[in-house]
């Protein structure tokens, strides 16, 4: 899936809440523990708040005590993409929609099996559609 979000700041601005607009748009992260989703088992597929894409499957997610949503894996390999992140003074895997570009989180190599992968997403960036 190719990215097919242009819209400006300001768009994005009417649709988002602010918090929602510093995680997305502004790479932002929200607080640990603080989020919707951190906690939640409830069944369904999680989609990108800010266009709908399904990213993340009910059935991959675990409890990771970071205190946000993690997954072992993506439910749709091309709605998630990833990109170097060298801010805070560290090196991470970002990862985003492949559709609107949306900052979710990060992935890292520390996950259970079977892919040990652990993503690391914030809340605000989700939208859970139960099953």
């Known amino acids: 899936m190719s990215e097919i979000s242009d819209k400006s700041d300001d768009e994005w ?10 995680v997305c ?3 932002g992260t929200e607080a640990p523990f603080t989020g919707q ?8 597929r999680y989609l990108c708040a800010c266009c709908g894409a399904e990213l993340f499957d009910s059935d ?10 993690s ?3 993506v439910a749709e390999q091309e709605n998630v993409g990833t990109s170097t992140d060298s801010s805070h003074g560290m090196t991470r895997t970002e990862v985003h929609c ?3 570009g949306a ?8 996950g259970p099996a ?8 914030n809340s605000l960036s989700l939208d859970l559609k139960k099953r």
């Open 13 to 22: 601005r009417k649709e988002l809440t602010p918090e929602q607009f510093h």
């Open 25 to 27: 748009r502004e790479h």
């Open 37 to 44: 989703y951190y906690a939640t088992k409830e069944p369904g």
């Open 60 to 69: 991959t997610k675990f409890d990771s005590g970071t205190g946000w949503p």
């Open 71 to 73: 997954f072992w894996d």
């Open 98 to 100: 492949a559709r609107c």
């Open 103 to 110: 900052h979710l989180g990060h992935v890292f190599p520390d």
């Open 114 to 121: 079977p892919t040990g992968l652990r993503y690391c997403i």
